[in-house]
């Protein structure tokens, strides 16, 4: 399976490796997980972009990091304040932040590498939905760009295929590699061998790229159907932000009413949002209410019924409020 995935990894996100340096797990947290306790002598202060997953959120805890969030710009995050932390590693999700939706610029992605070279420090590429980008030119990833082997590829299958497979993998770079070696009788291996196998076979019969392209494109029409119906709803105060890539997006609402009773009003509607400031590392006073939409698991009518709901559910809040 690890040659097959160097090699879709190689045509997908131009990643350049040797089947060798990919370790399977068993979900990105599991992936996490090992890669952390391979980095932590390394690494006593680790960067991050200011808002994670909540997952990375709990790694970051318990691993004790000296954890140095970074502000997002639109382009990703501020190089500057990366500079000034002195961190030994640093984590990103470039393709499509999550969950604020950016990516890393072109420039940026080339400071960061000099970054990485200069300090000896890594980079965490966290590349978790990196296949499905709508428009603008494909963005390679920042490990397709490392010639120093800085950068450390994190990928997982639940977005391509489902989560309950809980496939995942790490791209190692030779030092870390030797270390992983050194020490593999100690890591349990907890992706399901019968699963890894299925993803062999179902890769090397090529039903697996025809099934991605195939969901490029469902998730594509999905994600149009949540554009425009967002687009055809809401005034122009709700901003529409991070809708180039991935199976969400974010809408930042200028009112009268917080994140959590945009979140609480939706759920009384039975639509499921997700407040944006709960990913974030520190608390952020000046945002506007910002909301996440996934749409990956839902068809095209539900989504558009969704946010008619969702429309519905903003306005008789207001008219309560009056
Ligand atoms: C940033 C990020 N990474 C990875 C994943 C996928 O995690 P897993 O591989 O554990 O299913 C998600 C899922 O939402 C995510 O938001």
Redesign the pocket.
């Known amino acids: 399976m690890r040659a097959e995935i160097a090699a879709y990894l190689h045509h997908m996100r131009g990643v350049r490796c040797q089947p060798e340096q990919i370790v399977v797990g068993a979900?990105?947290?599991h992936s996490l997980d090992l890669l952390f306790q391979l980095l932590r002598e390394d690494v006593v202060c680790m960067a991050s972009e200011e808002a994670v997953?909540d997952g990375v959120k709990a790694l970051f805890g318990q691993f004790r990091f000296d954890c140095r969030p970074l502000r997002l710009e639109s382009d990703g995050i501020c190089l500057e304040e990366l500079q000034a932390t002195g961190a030994q590693a640093v984590y990103v999700?470039p393709s499509h932040q999550?969950p604020y939706g950016m990516t890393l610029s072109a420039g940026k992605r080339l400071k960061l590498l000099q970054w990485a070279k200069e300090r000896r420090a890594y980079i965490v590429e966290?590349d978790?939905d990196g296949e499905f980008r709508y428009s603008g030119r494909p963005i390679p990833s920042l490990q397709s760009l490392d010639d120093d082997g800085r950068v450390i590829y994190v990928g997982?299958f639940?977005r391509a295929l489902t989560?309950a497979f809980r496939l995942?993998y790490l791209v190692l770079p030779p030092a870390l590699l030797a270390r992983f070696r050194s020490r593999r009788h100690s890591y349990d291996q907890l992706a399901s061998p019968i699963f890894q196998m299925t993803q062999q076979l179902f890769m090397q019969s090529g039903d697996f790229g025809r099934h991605m392209r195939k969901m490029r494109s469902v998730y594509h029409k999905k994600r149009d159907a949540l554009l425009y119906a967002v687009r055809d709803t809401f005034p122009a105060g709700v901003e529409m932000i991070g809708a180039d890539s991935g199976l969400h997006l974010l809408l930042r609402v200028r009112g009268e009413k917080d994140e959590a009773e945009l979140v609480r009003a939706a759920a009384r509607e039975g639509v499921g949002i997700y407040p944006a400031s709960a990913y974030r590392l520190r608390s952020e006073a000046d945002e506007a209410p910002t909301v996440l939409l996934g749409f990956g698991g839902l068809s095209e009518a539900d989504i558009r019924e969704g946010v008619r709901l969702l429309a519905r559910a903003w306005k008789m809040e207001s008219s309560l409020n009056k």
């Open positions: 979900g990105t947290y997953n999700t999550f966290n978790y997982t639940s989560p995942s």
